[in-house]
Structure formats: C-alpha cells, structure tokens
C-alpha cells in the first residue's frame, strides 16, 4: 500500500466510522468494487486506533465525567452522582454488543465476505434512519434515560456489528424511538461507542503482536493513523452540528444509493 492509498483509506475509514452509513459496510463493498483486496490486518488496527483517539479526543471533558461518575459508582456502590448514572449506563448499553460478539463471531466474519449482504443491510440501516425520524418526539435529554432504555439503544448497537448496518445510524435511531433528542442521542452514542471500540481495538492489537510483520511501511502506518484521525475527528464535529438543525434522511438517502449501486454491480457482474 503506498502512501496515498493510505491517506484515502485512513479519510474512508474515519469518516465513515462516525458518520451514520457503515463504516464496515464501506470497507467491505469499496474494495470489492474497485476491484481490490481489503487492507491488511495491521493497517486496520491502526485505523481502529486512529478513530478511537479522535472520539476520546472530541469527548475528553464528557469522558472526563464518565470516569469520576465510574470511581464514585465503585466507592458509594450506588448512583451518587449523575456522572456515576451516565457511566453505569454507557456501561450497561455495551453489555448487548459484547454477548453478540461472542455468540455471533462466525456468522459475523461469514457477512464480511459477503458484499451483497452489506449493500442489503445498508438498505435496511437507510429504512431504519428514515422511520426513526419519521418517530422522533425529541422530548427527552440524557437525565430522563433509564436502564432499560440504555439497554435497548445497546441491543441496537450489537446489531450494527453486521457489515452494513451503521453503528451510529442504528444507536441514535434507537434514541430517537425512545423520544431523545437527536443531539442527545447522537451524545449518546458516541459516548457508548467508547468501551466497545476499545474493546474491539484491544483485541486486534493482542492478535496482531502474534501475527506476522506489517504489510506496509511504517509511512503508510502513519499516514492511515494521521488521516482517519483528522477525519474522525472532522466527522464527529460535523454529523453533532448536523442533527442541532436537521436530521438522519439524508445519511438515509446515500445509504439506499450505496446499497443499490453496489446490488446493481453485484448482478452485473
């Protein structure tokens, strides 16, 4: 890989991975329909890595306030604070993502290797956008969550680990069900994203230390890391401003394009 393919698929990588219109789905279908082999196993991670900074980045005070909330929820063993209250909610809401992690690992890894399976679900995950907005009441902020609630935007989360199905399209869809308010669900969300993309990247680095040597040069390594770090970051600031004044129909709109195109090629071929 030569530094500019890394630099477009560390931007590919970042702004999909926040932006609701499946980052996996993207990195499953853009390959495939330009006719190349996925990135390596090493680059991946470093992309992981790179977006996992940008979100700890962009959220520092609210992860700041997650962490005093999780200290005082193991010293008092009750939710003393709202801090311990947010923090045992995002911690509850990645219980759904970890148990399909483990149940579904096989069926998971079969559906990156199936390209027309990611371009029908990313037109499930457009369907999913478009009927949240059409029920979203936006009377609720994230004070009025409660477990069961953390629990279900959970359940949607450990859905969108299937290769087209948007992480964040599918979590703040479920917000926006339950009556949140798009720019609190969208909070929410990201914040939820925390433990499980941590999760998720601290298991692909304990793999790759006892895998084979890189497939790229350090310089490509770096600039992935560089580029889907600035456009994670980008994306995150964007899609909040986005959903203060307006909503999910045209992530939507682009995820039944995407779908479409890549079903039309499918047959094609």
């Given amino acids: 890989m030569s530094v500019m393919e890394a630099l477009l698929w560390g931007l590919l990588q970042g702004l999909t991975e926040f932006l609701p219109v499946s980052s996996s789905g993207h990195l499953v279908l853009v390959p495939w329909l330009l006719g190349r082999g996925p990135s390596s196993f090493t680059f991946d991670v470093m992309v992981h890595f790179a977006t996992l900074f940008a979100v700890l980045l962009y959220f520092r005070r609210d992860l700041a306030a997650l962490v005093r909330g999780a200290l005082a929820l193991l010293r008092y063993r009750r939710l003393a604070t709202p801090e311990a209250r947010l923090a045992w909610l995002v911690a509850l809401s990645a219980v759904p993502a970890g148990v399909a992690a ?3 690992r096989e069926w998971l890894e079969h559906l990156f290797g199936t390209p027309p399976a990611a371009a029908a679900l990313l037109l499930v995950t457009g369907g999913v956008m478009f009927l949240a907005e059409r029920l979203a009441a936006q009377r609720r902020d994230l004070a009025s969550l409660r477990a069961g609630d953390a629990l279900t935007i959970g359940i949607a989360q450990g859905v969108a680990l299937a290769p087209g199905i948007s992480r964040s399209g599918a979590t703040i869809s479920a917000g926006l069900a339950l009556g949140l308010r798009r720019h609190e669900a969208a909070r929410f969300s990201f914040l939820m994203a925390i433990p499980v993309v941590l999760g998720a990247t601290i298991l692909e680095a304990l793999d790759l230390l006892g895998g084979a040597a890189p497939a790229e040069s350090s310089a490509a390594l770096a600039a992935g890391f560089v580029a889907a770090l600035i456009s994670g ?9 986005h959903l203060q004044q307006r909503g999910l129909r045209p ?3 682009y995820c039944w394009a995407m779908g479409l195109v890549s079903l039309a090629v499918y047959l094609l071929r």
């Fill in 102 to 104: 483990l149940l579904l």
């Fill in 233 to 241: 970051y980008a994306a995150i600031a964007l899609l909040l401003r």
């Fill in 251 to 253: 992530f939507a709109y």
